[in-house]
């Protein structure tokens, strides 16, 4: 009975010995090989959590791109059948506020007690708090079998991002919507600044070319509306900072120019016009005596 005893407890630290010993927290892989082999034959793929060869940002600022990169390792007691292949590593984003320019890792081989860095940049894409997630998978061709660990580094990263750039706003104090104008029309308005300071703005009539209107804040421009038919015409605006434009704002009003001669009035007849029409009647009379 003690012999059997004996034997038992040296089977249990033959077993401990061959076993990896792994800091409490670290995660692994599972171990395959024991669905087959009950001799503590072991085989596992592992992100080294906490390497000093691992490079986890805590922090991102937008503009900026910044390396990750962890530290993958095959561990195993087998003499034969200890090549993992097809090794590869994932890198993701959890709530999607960073992006990975690859986001998959080709490793290839390890055998065991090997390990190698897998490699990302990534980059931001919203502000806010998020989490890495970072995922390895490998094959061992005995048997096909598959392997895979995954690592969500603490604390989460933090993503800055500037704010979004504004255009700058234009808007028109003159003439009134609708109304009817003639000769000169003096245009007015203002111009705001969005990011950037207003540099210029521009005008057109009728989707005709744009040209500069005077100012930029407070900007005027006069249109020569007895170049324009009579009737409804559009006066449209737009503000530019130099990198991005305002949306345009716009303002129908009606031309309405008397024409030269029109109007039903009659024409003056100057002094010589007169004489001759005296002149006429005159001889008029003297041939209706004869």
């Not at 690859?102 to 290839?108: D, Q, R």
């Amino acid at each position: 009975m003690q012999e059997r005893y004996r034997f038992a407890m040296a089977l249990v630290a033959a077993l401990l010995v061959s076993a990896p010993l792994w800091p409490a927290g670290i995660s692994k892989s599972t171990n395959p090989c024991a669905t087959c082999h009950k001799d503590g034959r072991y085989m596992y793929l592992d992100i080294l959590e906490g390497d000093a060869g691992n490079i986890l940002p805590t922090v991102i600022n937008d503009g900026k791109t910044l390396a990750v990169a962890v530290v993958i390792q095959v561990t195993g007691n087998t003499a034969g059948n200890n090549v993992m292949s097809g090794i590869y590593a994932t890198l993701a984003s959890q709530n999607g506020l960073f992006s990975v320019a690859s986001p998959s890792y080709s490793l290839g081989s390890l055998a065991a007690g090997q390990s190698a860095i897998a490699y990302w940049n990534i980059s931001v894409v919203s502000a806010g708090s998020d989490v890495m997630l970072i995922t390895s998978r490998g094959l061992n061709s005995h048997k096909n079998q598959q392997f895979s660990d995954s690592y969500a580094p603490s604390p989460t990263i933090t993503v800055n991002k500037a704010g979004a750039d504004l255009p700058p706003s234009v808007s028109l104090t003159g003439p009134a919507p609708g109304q009817t104008v003639k000769g000169q029309l003096t245009v007015t308005g203002t111009a705001t600044k969005g990011t950037r300071a207003v540099t210029s703005v521009q005008f057109r009539v009728d989707s005709g070319q744009w040209t500069d209107a005077s100012g930029t804040q407070s900007w005027s421009f006069t249109v020569d509306t007895t170049k324009l038919q009579n009737g409804a015409h559009t006066i449209e605006v737009r503000a530019s900072d130099g990198t991005m434009d305002s949306d345009i704002a716009s303002r129908s009003v009606t031309v309405n120019n008397q024409k030269a001669g029109g109007g039903g009035s009659t024409p003056m007849l100057d002094g010589w016009m007169v004489l001759a029409l005296f002149s006429a009647v005159g001889a008029l009379l003297c041939l209706r005596r004869k």
